[in-house]
């Protein structure tokens, strides 16, 4: 009997569950082995965000006589202790380097193999020193330059192709997703891995997902942020799951969020092809897009607000301006709530309390906002 009543015991630490929130219990966490898993209901904030987002100004201008305010496919954006910008042109492979006016300043870079050259990358880094890190795939390699453009090098990644996403710690220590290739179905783990700049890995966690083999490419689709303390986050594309890890990769929290469509299945979708032709084929829906952490530790997504229907164009541009909002969590995985988005974000980055939608495709320009408290 008294062994009995331990292992009871023990059970009851290892798994409690509180319900927490509001009167109408907008949360629950459950605790698990030390960590907590928080599973929303509700926005806490309830229907009206305290938070907004206050424009400030666009970046790139395809109708400006200067070229140097021409942006070229903008595919991301950094910024600097000073304020200046770094924009990534996809297309041609450069970086346009605007101060906090958004005045142009130089050009970073160019397309190419050579020193300095960049062969193709959609991603950029930069660092607390002000140094931009570029991970070249075409090159397999990263490649590094000083804010004021001088090519500082580039060292060899040991996995070709470098996998986005692409994070950089404060310790210059590289944080992306782990890719396990198989024969035939070259499926990707979904483990998060840290390296060092010359693509040496010597960390890595999370869990793989238990989940039909057909679905593990889509499943495991991770997606990837980091604060300014060396904090890990991670959300999935199609899996309702965000989390948070120090940098040693021990769990603090995983959380889920309230969604109006169903999750985690295969569905038979009609979609147009290239030529014209409506076609069939099986996808899953989409939940997140991409993720980040703002200066107060608030996370932030780009979810779909519904569901992946029969449309005939999923690619339209007007279809996709209405199929996203931000998802806000606060540090501890609460969903605070719901920030509408307004017109087509091909990607969104955060820095500080600066927030920055990427339209990569129609003004081809960047805008900057900032968070504001309601």
């Not at 904030?45 to 100004?57: A, S």
């Not at 793989?208 to 942020?225: F, M, S, V, W, Y």
């Not at 009609?270 to 993720?291: C, H, P």
């Amino acid at each position: 009997m008294k062994i009995k009543t331990v292992l009871a015991s023990l059970f009851f630490l290892a798994a409690v569950t509180i319900t927490c929130g509001t009167s109408d219990q907008t949360y629950t966490i459950e605790t698990i082995e030390g960590v907590k898993h928080i599973h929303n209901h509700a926005p806490l904030w309830g229907d009206e965000p305290r938070i907004k987002l206050e424009f400030v100004k666009e970046i790139g201008d395809k109708e400006s006589d200067d070229e140097n305010y021409y942006l070229f496919r903008p595919s991301d954006i950094g910024r600097d202790a000073g304020g200046n910008y770094y924009v990534l042109e996809q297309t041609v492979n450069q970086i346009k380097v605007f101060d906090s006016d958004g005045k142009y300043k130089m050009t970073i870079g160019r397309k190419g193999q050579g020193p300095g050259e960049i062969g193709a990358a959609t991603r950029i880094a930069v660092s607390v020193e002000g140094n931009i890190y570029v991970p070249d795939q075409r090159n397999g390699r990263i490649q590094v330059f000083a804010p004021d453009g001088k090519d500082l090098g580039s060292t060899r990644f040991n996995t070709s192709p470098i996998p986005p996403p692409f994070r950089l710690l404060s310790t210059g220590e590289i944080v992306h997703e782990k890719i396990i290739r198989r024969p035939l179905s070259g499926i990707r783990s979904g483990l998060v891995q840290i390296t060092d700049l010359a693509g040496n890995p010597f960390r890595e966690f999370a869990e793989l997902n238990d989940i039909d083999e057909k679905l593990l490419d889509k499943a495991r689709k991770i997606l990837i942020a980091v604060d300014s303390v060396d904090n890990i986050y991670t959300a999935f594309r199609y899996l309702n799951r965000v989390e948070k890890y120090t940098s040693s990769g021990k769990l603090i929290f995983r959380a889920d969020r309230p969604l109006n469509y169903e999750t985690g299945s295969l569905k038979m979708r009609k979609i147009r092809a290239l030529d014209g032709s409506i076609r069939e084929t099986y996808l899953m829906n989409t939940i997140s897009q991409s993720i980040e952490v703002d200066s107060r530790g608030r996370i932030w997504i780009l979810s779909w607000l519904r569901e992946l229907k029969d449309f005939e164009n999923p690619s339209d541009r007007e279809v996709l301006s209405s199929l996203f909002e931000f998802h806000v969590f606060d540090p501890n995985g609460i969903f605070l709530g719901v920030i509408p988005v307004e017109s087509v974000v091909d990607k969104f980055r955060i820095s500080g309390d600066r927030l920055f939608i990427i339209d990569m495709l129609d003004e081809m320009c960047v805008y900057e906002y900032k968070i504001v408290e309601k």
